[in-house]
């Protein structure tokens, strides 16, 4: 580079020749190694020259290694100068005669008062190259009036000369239009700190060291300043600091303007960065657009990250930071840090906020701001910083930039499950917006996501989306669960599943569980319960009801774009999480149907209609179970299931559907249908649309309010369940329409199957009417009808009745199925919407009801003779016959005895075991008690009312027989049960019967009272159609009262219920 020194290749001696007039300055650091050759390092060391043709001026100053007692260090280009306190005035006539000297303090500052211009001889000759920056501290105590401050580098002593220049720091007169003016203008008792790039304004040798407080005023005494720690650095040697990817990398301080891509200089290059001693912070003052060159391309990906210190000394119109491919910034390449002024469009915005005097550390998501996707990477060449200062004095604005830091961060992908499936998402965060056209995310806002994946972190004001790997649809039986944690609450929190990257669309797909702001359903669902700070909720939303649709991203929103708290101008306040995300299906039905099953969707929709049925549905949902045996009901619902395919009549065969049935809480009717539409049947209408689908399985109504509804033989009561078996194709109605007679309605009821022939005989039945058999083929039917050829008892279109097993017959092929879509249930309660609770499970429809045992002989042996004992032992029989497929011994019976519902099976088992007490049964009633002819055999039945001598009189013929019965009979008969109005219609299988006296006890211990009768409700016993007998108040029980119950299964509790009568009542 042309510098005077001497090079010498051994360890640091000095070599023993020198240039004549020279002087080694050895005991000082090298600048090198340097690239030479041979095996040892090779070093360069300064030597001094001495100015002028013979030196004598400096020669006279320093002379041959003098030693200085007054002087001020000057580091120069990594060796101390020791400049001597000789001062020479610069620029002639600049001096007042009262002027007062310079002074040197401590070898590091030299301080000025009043007017001077003083010149200072360096040491030697210093060149100054096109990197060379001068630097040093600037201290103002004392203003100058209509003056300036300035440090100079001369070749010489006249201003005006070939090399030099000055350099204003502070000036109380303007404008100095002939020296360059410093961007950092020195306020009064302010420390400043200049770095300024004088290789810039100037090249070449340079002797003297020149520092001017120029004061013009009346008073030229005014104006007090200092320089201190003086250097001369070369950029060459002085690079920026900054980690990339986790290793140190030093840039060259080769300072680039950077500009807008729309044209035109933005960067003032008389205003130069300066870099810090250790290499870690760069300093900006004025308006500077700068770049420096990386050492190598660097990619940035989505989870690039830019992080650093910066300290606003002061603000201007913005500071900005950049990573770009070149010198043009579009905007999208840069992120602006600190902005005063309005927003800027094309550029990104942190929300981090400065203040004035302040380090702030950054983390700058530089991926996420430009919008990179997974798999995309943008190369860039150079980091460039700006601050800018369009609107004022250029030479206005500081800030410094330190500690940078350049990675990809490790970000841990998403995971939920995805209708049962562990699916991993790439946690890739876009902005997500309100709409099209908005800007609501703070992108320096990133969520973050444990190593397990398993919980999303949002803080600050963040609105962000993430891709899903493939995209999948919401139906109505979609649900979404999650567990919520709200930390800190701001205006909303939710989630959403889209499908665009905006929320306000025309359907309602986030789901907000905490916030304080109110918001449009256009923007999503408002969740209860709300989510209170510090809670933590599990949520499960059918949000099938709400939207269905394709889903491709995932969103979060913690919204806090006012500001959300008093300071909060960063926006960072805010915060909660959202974990063990799962989205899948709510549990669907399923029916047996044939020897399959079918699964129906739970997507629920009123029956009946909305008004009848508690809503809206999504909040009041009937629960399946997990395994989807069962659904509860709780509360006032009409509940319908779609099933997935309609199921015509000739696939439902026997329609023999069976099902289990709990009552917890009685409404006021229950039910199942299954039907053509969401219509409810009316009993009184004709149109087939409306014909009655729904069986009742309990009631508690007049009969009159439920003549809509199919009454079963059994009404299971509250606390207990049931199993019912319904022959549907027998109980429904319309099941057809016969369009080749339209409008003439299908015969109701349709005929039965009869068997009139087969093979042709006899010849008078052929060819065979509609629903008549057995046929072989079509041609054996009447015109327009054809054969159905059928296995088992399957049912015939248009066509009642089971007919012969494997019998076919004719029918109409116009005839029209009227398809089942529907499963509905019913837990109705007007009354009050809240009360009912029932349940329906294992629900099959059997569709070819057939018997393994018809025909078949079998006995077996009972202890018991029970419903329940005898089903057992049908269900051993069925198991010991090979050719028996099932083994439901209800079903069996069912088909066995050709029922209509399982009553009529029980009915029947009943009746088998009534026959075995049959011979042993005694009617105490009317063979003893009622003997008497006189009593015309009704002595018992008036006696159960409250009548007759027995009733009446202490003693009697009649009261007499009745110790002969218990003597007699008692023990040792069962005793049938008298027919009476009052114990015929005892549904609770109990009786209580009461009484005011003794026969044999004058002060019976009585044990209850009565307070009123309603004749109405027992007309028959009162002889009176209605009214009341009303007691008064009483202190003393009056009646004496005495329950039993019996069985209802047929067994031996049962049998035994006329006992029980006797022993109770008489």
Not at 910 to 925: G, M, N, V
Request: a negative charge; one cysteine or more.
């Amino acid at each position: 580079r042309g510098a005077r020194c001497i090079c010498f290749f051994d360890d640091g001696d000095v070599p023993t020749e020198l240039l004549a007039g020279s002087v080694a300055q050895t005991g000082r650091t090298s600048v090198g190694p340097i690239t030479g050759s041979g095996n040892d390092a090779h070093y360069c060391y300064a030597f001094k020259g001495y100015i002028g043709a013979d030196g004598t001026e400096r020669r006279a100053i320093y002379g041959d290694n003098a030693s200085l007692d007054d002087y001020i260090n000057f580091e120069v280009y990594g060796a101390d100068l020791q400049v001597a306190n000789v001062e020479k005035e610069y620029d002639q006539n600049q001096n007042h005669a009262e002027k007062t000297a310079p002074v040197f303090v401590d070898h590091t500052t030299i301080t000025a008062t009043g007017n001077t211009w003083s010149s200072y001889l360096l040491p030697e000759t210093v060149d100054i190259h096109k990197d060379s920056v001068l630097q040093f501290s600037f201290m103002l105590e004392e203003d100058t009036v209509d003056g300036f401050q300035a440090v100079c580098l001369d070749e010489d002593r006249e201003e005006t000369g070939p090399n030099g220049k000055c350099f204003v720091l502070r000036s109380s007169q303007g404008w100095i239009s002939h020296m360059v003016n410093v961007p950092t203008q020195t306020n009064l008792n302010e420390l400043s700190y200049h770095s300024i790039p004088v290789g810039e304004f100037f090249n070449g040798p340079v002797n003297y060291l020149i520092l001017i407080q120029d004061s013009d005023g009346q008073d030229q005494s005014l104006g007090r300043s200092s320089i201190s720690d003086l250097k001369l650095i070369s950029l060459e040697n002085d690079l920026l600091e900054i980690e990339i990817d986790d290793k140190m990398q030093y840039l060259k301080n080769d300072q680039l303007s950077y500009t807008r891509d729309t044209g035109g200089a933005q960067d003032e290059i008389d205003f130069w960065m300066s870099l810090s001693e250790d290499h870690a912070a760069v300093q900006m003052n004025g308006n500077q657009w700068k770049a420096l060159a990386l050492n190598k391309p660097y990619y940035v990906t989505h989870s690039t990250v830019l992080e650093l210190d910066i300290v606003v000394g002061q603000s201007v119109d913005f500071h900005a930071i950049c990573l770009d491919f070149d010198l043009e910034a579009t905007g999208d390449e840069c992120v602006v840090v600190q902005s005063p002024i309005d927003h800027l469009d094309d550029f990104h915005h942190m929300t981090t906020k400065l203040e004035t005097g302040v380090t702030k550390r950054l983390v700058i998501p530089f991926g996420s701001f430009i919008g990179l996707g997974g798999g995309d990477s943008v190369e860039v060449k150079y980091i460039a910083f700006i601050q800018d200062n369009d609107h004022s004095a250029k030479h206005d604005g500081r800030s410094t930039w330190s500690n940078l830091r350049l990675y990809d961060s490790e970000r841990h992908n998403i995971k939920l499950s995805l209708f049962g499936e562990t699916v991993e998402i790439p946690n890739i965060q876009y902005a997500l917006s309100n709409d099209a056209n908005d800007y609501q995310d703070s992108r320096d806002h990133i969520m973050s996501v444990p190593a397990d994946g398993n919980t999303i972190v949002a803080s600050g004001n963040s609105w962000k989306y993430v891709i899903l790997p493939s995209t999948f649809t919401v139906t109505p039986a979609t649900v979404l669960k999650f567990t919520f944690k709200l930390f800190e609450e701001t205006e909303l929190h939710g989630i959403c599943l889209l499908d665009s990257t905006h929320i306000k669309d025309s359907r309602n797909d986030c789901f907000f569980t905490a916030g304080v702001q109110d918001h449009s359903d256009r923007q999503g669902v408002k969740v209860n319960p709300s989510t209170e700070v510090g809670q933590e909720h599990t949520y499960e939303i059918n949000i099938g009801s709400y939207f269905t649709g394709e889903i491709m991203y995932l969103g979060f929103i913690v919204d806090n774009d006012i500001g959300f708290t008093t300071g909060d101008v960063e926006k960072v306040y805010g915060q909660s999480s959202w974990s063990n995300i799962e989205i899948g299906s709510l549990p669907s039905l399923d029916i047996g149907l044939g020897s399959d099953t079918v699964a129906v969707e739970n997507s629920q929709i009123s029956y009946k209609s909305s008004s009848s049925d508690n809503t809206p549905i999504r909040d009041y949902m009937a629960s399946i179970s997990e395994d989807g045996s069962s659904i509860n009901l709780v509360g006032n619902m009409w509940r319908a299931l779609e099933l997935p395919t309609p199921l015509p009549p000739t696939e439902l065969g026997d329609f023999v559907v069976s099902f289990d049935f709990t009552l917890d809480e009685a409404g006021e009717i229950h039910g199942i249908c299954f039907d053509e539409n969401l219509s409810f049947g009316n009993a009184d209408s004709p149109q087939d649309s409306e014909s009655r689908r729904c069986v009742s399985t309990a009631y508690f109504q007049d009969k009159s309010d439920v003549l809509d509804v199919l009454l079963s033989d059994f009404q299971t009561r509250q606390g207990e369940s049931h199993r019912y078996v319904l022959n549907l194709s027998k109980m429904f109605d319309k099941l057809y329409v016969n369009e080749s007679s339209d409008p003439t309605p299908a015969p109701t009821p349709p005929p039965n199957l009869v068997r009139v022939g087969n093979n042709g005989n006899p010849s008078s039945a052929f060819p065979l009417k509609v629903c008549e058999g057995d046929c072989d083929n079509d041609s054996e039917c009447s015109p327009g009808l054809k054969c159905f050829q059928r296995n088992g008892f399957q049912m015939v279109p248009g066509c009642d009745g089971a007919g012969g097993s494997g019998d076919d017959y004719c029918y109409d092929p116009l005839f029209k199925e009227k398809n089942i879509k529907y499963i509905a249930f019913i837990n109705g309660n007007d009354a009050d919407r809240s009360v009912g609770n029932s349940t329906y499970g294992n629900i099959a429809i059997t569709t070819s009801l057939s018997s393994c045992l018809r025909g078949e002989d079998f006995d077996f042996q009972l202890s018991d003779c029970t419903i329940k004992n005898f089903l057992e032992k049908v269900e051993a029989t069925m198991r010991n016959k090979a050719d028996c497929t099932s083994t439901d011994p209800l079903l069996e019976l069912f088909a066995i005895f050709d029922a209509t519902q399982e009553m009529d099976v029980y009915n029947q088992i009943k009746k088998i075991c009534t026959s075995a007490y049959k011979l042993d049964q005694y009617d105490f009633a009317d063979n003893t008690l009622a003997i008497d002819e006189a009593l015309e055999r009704q002595l018992v039945k008036e006696y159960i009312d409250g009548g007759t001598v027995m009733n009446y009189e202490a003693e009697s013929n009649s009261a007499v027989m009745i110790g002969k019965v218990k003597d007699n009979f008692s023990t040792t008969r069962h005793f049938s049960m008298p027919k009476h109005h009052a114990l015929d219609n005892c549904e609770m299988d109990a009786a209580m019967c009461c009484f005011v006296a003794s026969r044999t006890d004058p002060d019976p211990a009585d044990n209850s009272d009565v307070c009123y009768v309603d004749m109405k409700a027992s007309r028959y016993t009162a002889h009176v159609r209605d009214g009341w007998s009303i007691y008064g108040d009483s202190s003393d029980d009056s009646v004496y009262c005495e329950g039993f119950a019996w069985g209802n299964d047929g067994g031996i509790a049962s049998a035994l219920k006329g006992n029980a009568l006797f022993k109770v009542g008489f």
